[in-house]
């Protein structure tokens, strides 16, 4: 059996194998190292661009913030505040600022009449608020010829249809006309023993009434205009009790003989 002997000789590398193989190491390194500069690189880039994106969204919610902190409320109470600022913007252009706005909105609503208008065959505006008065009803009374009229001032709810029942018990026998907008539509209603009879559309009653019963109703005139243009105006609030019947025995008169009376 032979043995066999190692030789030192052998596994030793000649200095150009040696050369060759560090050659190899050094290139396989530089390609590693490549390979690892350019996911380093992406990494760092892809970092760059989240912190630049998240920095921008910092900035958007600090500009936020300070219009909303700058402005003392939420910007969702803004975007609210600028609808309610236009919706009262285009009420002032249907509101009468004399009347104030919720008096004109319940009216515009038709929670409350707009105008009411008692129309009688009195020709006296003292008489018919004298009447008026000792039947309990606020109103100014409107002296004309054709007849004068009563502006309810009571214009609640069913106001004015009690205030035409209650005239017509109280003073017996009167016919009255009772004319409400409410809502800008109009009703027309005979009242007679303190019950609704007939209705009638608005022309019929403008045909036989004067002209600012039709200008009251449709809001062309007001009450006050009506004074200065010479109009006799008396208003129930300022008569008591006696001197609403004072002003009644100043307007009955005796009949011939003795017989019956009749008020002007």
Not at 168 to 192: C, H, P, Q
Not at 230 to 240: H, N, R, W, Y
Request: hydrophobic share 40%; glycine share 8%; with cysteine.
């Amino acid at each position: 059996m032979t043995d066999d002997k190692f030789d030192p000789d052998e596994s030793h590398f000649s200095d150009e194998e040696l050369e060759a193989a560090l050659a190899g190491f050094e290139k396989e390194f530089a390609d590693d190292s490549v390979s690892g500069d350019a996911s380093d690189t992406s990494d760092a880039d892809k970092t760059a661009d989240a912190a630049s994106a998240k920095s921008d969204s910092d900035a958007n919610d600090d500009t936020a913030d300070k219009a909303s902190a700058d402005s003392g409320r939420p910007m969702t109470d803004d975007v609210t505040g600028s609808v309610a600022d236009a919706v009262n913007e285009a009420m002032a252009d249907v509101v009468d600022p004399s009347l104030g706005f919720d008096n004109e909105l319940a009216g515009l609503l038709g929670n409350k009449a707009k105008v009411a208008l008692i129309v009688t065959r009195l020709a006296s505006a003292e008489l018919l608020a004298a009447f008026c008065q000792l039947s309990d009803i606020s109103a100014a009374c409107i002296g004309a010829n054709q007849g004068a009229v009563a502006v309810l001032k009571n214009l609640n709810g069913d106001g004015p249809e009690a205030a035409a029942k209650d005239l017509t018990t109280v003073v017996s026998g009167m016919a009255v006309i009772l004319a409400v907008n409410r809502a800008d539509k109009l009703e027309v209603a005979m009242y007679v023993q303190g019950e609704a009879g007939q209705s009638f559309a608005p022309p019929v009653l403008f045909t036989s009434t004067p002209r600012f019963v039709e200008d009251l109703m449709l809001g062309i005139v007001t009450l006050n205009q009506l004074k200065t243009q010479g109009f006799e105006v008396v208003d129930s609030a300022g008569l008591d009790h006696d001197q609403a019947m004072q002003i009644l025995a100043n307007h009955t008169r005796r009949g011939r003989g003795g017989r019956g009376s009749r008020i002007e």
